[in-house]
């Protein structure tokens, strides 16, 4: 891992905020000139500092149900859970998967279009799974904050 300098950590945040922004755009915030931020961003795209760019799509595309699911895992063996959760990863309607300290071992995050979907997903990813003692879900009502942007510190 490598130490991020302000200017890095600037353009970082940045491009947080908007990820199609040039290095033209990004020299007016950032004093450095458009090659240098080329350089920079192109560095933190080869060595996975940047993982992608993606869009963020509004809630008013179409009708999605949301649903908080939190997980307990029958056991821990290291070999089915990892089994588990690479399943998880690989159904498009998991949106987050959280390991957790303390009573749960996941949150999963969910997005479907509807109740049947999401009955669907239940039966199928975690209902029928010998890893999943139990899971509990919480439906979300409303969203009011969404973002994907880590608080990156510009000290």
Same mark, same amino acid.
């Given at each position: 891992?490598?130490?991020?300098?302000?200017?890095?950590?600037?353009?970082?945040?940045?491009?947080?905020?908007? @990820?199609?922004?040039?290095?033209?755009?990004?020299?007016?915030?950032?004093?450095?000139?458009?090659?240098?931020? =080329?350089?920079? &961003?192109?560095?933190?795209?080869?060595?996975?500092?940047?993982?992608?760019?993606?869009? &963020?799509?509004?809630?008013? %595309?179409?009708?999605?149900?949301?649903?908080? #699911?939190? !997980?307990?895992?029958?056991?821990? =063996?290291?070999?089915? %859970?990892?089994?588990?959760?690479?399943?998880?990863?690989?159904?498009?309607?998991?949106? #987050?998967?959280?390991?957790?300290?303390?009573?749960?071992?996941?949150?999963?995050?969910? !997005? &479907?279009?509807?109740?049947?979907?999401?009955? @669907?997903?239940?039966? =199928? =990813?975690?209902?029928?799974?010998?890893?999943?003692?139990?899971?509990?879900?919480?439906? %979300? *009502? +409303? +969203?009011? *904050?969404?973002?994907?942007?880590?608080?990156?510190?510009?000290?």
């Amino acid at each position: 891992m490598r130490e991020w300098d302000g200017y890095d950590r600037r353009l970082l945040a940045l491009l947080q905020e908007n @990820a199609l922004a040039t290095a033209e755009d990004l020299a007016r915030d950032v004093a450095l000139s458009p090659s240098a931020i =080329a350089r920079r &961003v192109r560095r933190m795209r080869e060595d996975g500092t940047i993982l992608a760019d993606r869009a &963020v799509v509004s809630g008013e %595309v179409g009708p999605f149900l949301s649903a908080m #699911v939190d !997980v307990q895992l029958d056991r821990h =063996a290291l070999q089915p %859970v990892e089994e588990f959760l690479r399943r998880l990863e690989r159904r498009p309607e998991v949106q #987050v998967i959280f390991e957790l300290a303390g009573p749960l071992d996941l949150m999963v995050l969910v !997005v &479907v279009d509807d109740m049947d979907a999401f009955n @669907a997903f239940a039966d =199928a =990813a975690l209902g029928d799974d010998p890893a999943v003692r139990r899971y509990e879900t919480r439906f %979300v *009502k +409303r +969203r009011r *904050k969404f973002t994907t942007a880590w608080p990156i510190p510009l000290d």
